[in-house]
């Protein structure tokens, strides 16, 4: 059911089934670009065309307001279909990895991690929620690729997309501002180099 439009004050308003929409895509807009230590509420409610007061009205604070905004975002995550082969399955967990990072929001997550581990309380069920889902996912590929003989049996599931997430992280933070529409362009080809590499050590035995 809609909320009701926190604009809405006068009798006979119809509800705006946008205005949560809105509330927090300018909510994560403005902490991509800022931060927790620049956000701001008045910011948010020009961004999203809507009173300061309701905003407080709706969601009491700030801190409840970006909690809200990244446990709706990290509850969108699109659904991951397995192919049956390890290696194209950690090639597209990779690259769509990169293609985040490198979009409209992607310093979202980044920003993200780090501050969840500074203010836990306002980030940090969010991110358990995303990386809790990302893990089940990559970790169902791995074992089921243990189970078909394309890994050695006791390959950590940990290990092995910790390193393809860390390689890839790192890449992206350590890549010059002047590189990354490079970078963006090889996604997928650099998911496939990094996915490649790590599969080397581990003995793997698939296509």
């Known amino acids: ?3 009701p439009s926190l604009r809405s004050s006068g009798r006979g308003r119809t ?3 946008d205005l949560e929409a809105r509330v927090f ?3 994560l807009e403005l902490y991509a670009e800022v931060g927790w230590a620049g956000f701001s509420l008045d910011v948010v409610a020009r961004r999203a065309r809507v009173g300061k007061a309701a905003l407080y009205g709706r969601w009491g604070s700030k801190e409840k307001l970006i ?3 990244l446990a709706s975002w990290s509850s969108q995550a699109p659904s991951f279909e397995e192919s049956g082969s390890l290696r194209p399955d950690l090639i597209r967990m ?3 990895m990169i293609e985040g990072y490198l979009g409209r929001r992607g310093l979202v997550v980044l920003r993200a991690q780090v501050e969840a581990k500074v203010y836990p309380e306002l980030f940090g069920q969010a991110m358990d929620e995303l990386q809790r889902e990302r893990t ?6 791995v074992l089921r690729a243990i189970e078909r003989g394309e890994l050695p049996v006791g390959t950590s599931p940990a290990l092995l997309l910790d390193a393809v997430a860390g390689i890839v992280t790192n890449h992206v933070l350590t890549t010059p501002a002047s590189r990354m529409s490079a970078l963006e362009a090889r996604a997928a080809e650099y998911a496939e180099q990094v996915v490649d590499f790590v599969l080397s050590a581990l003995g793997h035995r698939g296509d």
């Open 136 to 141: 089940r996912i990559g970790r169902s590929v």
């Open 15 to 17: 509800p705006d089934p």
């Open 94 to 96: 990779a690259t769509s």
């Open 67 to 69: 909690g809200a905004a």
């Open 25 to 27: 895509d300018a909510t």
């Open 1 to 3: 059911m809609p909320s």
